[in-house]
C-alpha cells in the first residue's frame, strides 16, 4: 500500500520551520530572522521541480530569505506567512487540478495537523509532535532541517524511476 501510494505522488507540499529547518530561529538585533537550511534538501527539492513534480511550500514563518531560497530552487508556488494552511492547501489543489490523494505533505507540528489529513501521503520528519507522528503514514528516520525532505522525495522519485540526475549540477543543491 505505501508503495503504490509513492507511485502515485505528483505534488509534494511542505511546512518550513521544524521540516526544512531544524525549527530554531536565531533573531537578529535588527528584527531579522536566520534560519539554516540543509543543502540536500535543497538538491532534492530542485531536482523535483526539474522533474515535473508540483513543489509547494506552506509555512506560518516569513522572510525574504526564505523566499528567496525557495525561488532560487525553482519553487513557484510558496506561500509565506500562512495563516489557514488548509484555505492555502484546497486553493492550491483546485487551482492546479491535483487530487489530494496524489499530494504529500510533510509537517512537523499542530498548524500542520488539519491539512496532512487531507492528503494522500501525510509525512514528518523524527523529532515532529506525537499528534502528527500519529496520522504520519511515513516518519522520516531523519530529523527536521537533517534531510528529511531529501529522504522522502528520494522515495518517491526512485521508486518512480525520477531520482538519478546523469548531469547534476553541484551548485543548483547550494542556491
Known amino acids: ?11 509534494f507540499i511542505f511546512d518550513v520551520d521544524g521540516v526544512l529547518t531544524d525549527g530554531s530561529v536565531q533573531v537578529m538585533d535588527n528584527g531579522q530572522s536566520l534560519r539554516i537550511f540543509n543543502i540536500k534538501d535543497g538538491y532534492a527539492l530542485q531536482l523535483a521541480v526539474k522533474r515535473g513534480y508540483h513543489v509547494c511550500i506552506i509555512s506560518g514563518g516569513d522572510g525574504i530569505a526564505m523566499a528567496k531560497r525557495f525561488h532560487n530552487l525553482g519553487i513557484k508556488d510558496v506561500f509565506l506567512a500562512a495563516g489557514d494552511k488548509v484555505e492555502i492547501f484546497n ?12 499530494v504529500l505533505y510533510m509537517g512537523d507540528d499542530i498548524p500542520d495537523l488539519k491539512v496532512m489529513k487531507l492528503v494522500g501521503l501525510p509525512t514528518c520528519p523524527a523529532d515532529a509532535v506525537e499528534e502528527i507522528k500519529d496520522i504520519s503514514e511515513f516518519i522520516s528516520p531523519f530529523d527536521g532541517g537533517k534531510a528529511a525532505a531529501r529522504d522522502i522525495i528520494e522515495k518517491v522519485m526512485k521508486v518512480q524511476g525520477k531520482w538519478f540526475d546523469e548531469n547534476p549540477i553541484a551548485a543548483e543543491s547550494g542556491k
Request: proline share 0%; aromatic share 8%.
Open 1 to 11: 500500500m505505501f508503495l503504490q501510494k509513492l507511485k502515485n505522488i505528483t505534488t
Open 91 to 102: 486553493r492550491y489543489i483546485a487551482d492546479n487540478k491535483i487530487k489530494a490523494s496524489d
